[in-house]
């Protein structure tokens, strides 16, 4: 099965058509090999790893929180507890994570879930024109722009680096 045809994709491209971007949903770009850290994705596309939105799902209390971080930098994981008001957030399991969003670590995407995932965006991915997020499999990734990214995915913006904007 190509990656193209994996269903996790097809419900991304479907999810941004019906949001109304067809661009985006065009745009996926379907590579030969994984990208499943923000470095491998960044140098596929040729973009700065800062115009990389790392999806990462947290679990807060066996509710998931979805942090969009642009991938320069470490999010801050107190820093999201308490933007959601929950005492800490931890690292999900990979069976936590497909289950909330039905895509695998190192393929998520901020769209395509079986239900909404609350969603912080690192304002830091605003400095950039273009943002790529992963489209629902390690291999997929498609081009969006920050204003899109905030209005499809209802989510909150602010400052998730740690201090010192810590690199990856």
Request: no cysteine; charged share 15%; net charge negative.
């Amino acid at each position: 099965m190509s990656s193209i045809e994996h269903p996790g994709v097809r419900k991304v491209v479907a999810a941004l058509a019906e949001a109304g971007l067809p661009a985006a949903a065009e745009a996926v770009r379907v590579l030969e090999a994984d990208v499943r850290t923000a470095a491998q994705a960044a140098e596929a596309v040729g973009v700065d790893v800062g115009a990389i939105a790392n999806s990462l799902v947290f679990d807060a209390g066996s509710t998931p929180l979805l942090a969009l971080t642009s991938g320069a930098h470490r999010a801050d994981t107190a820093l999201l507890a308490s933007a959601i008001g929950v005492a800490a957030v931890g690292r999900a399991t990979p069976d936590f994570v497909r289950t909330h969003t039905g895509q695998p670590i190192g393929g998520v995407s901020p769209v395509g879930h079986p239900a909404p995932i609350t969603t912080l965006i690192d304002a830091s991915l605003a400095e950039h024109p273009v943002i790529w997020a992963a489209a629902g499999h390690p291999k997929a990734l498609f081009p969006i722009t920050f204003a899109e990214l905030v209005t499809l995915t209802g989510g909150r913006v602010l400052d998730v680096a740690e201090a010192g904007g810590a690199r990856r």
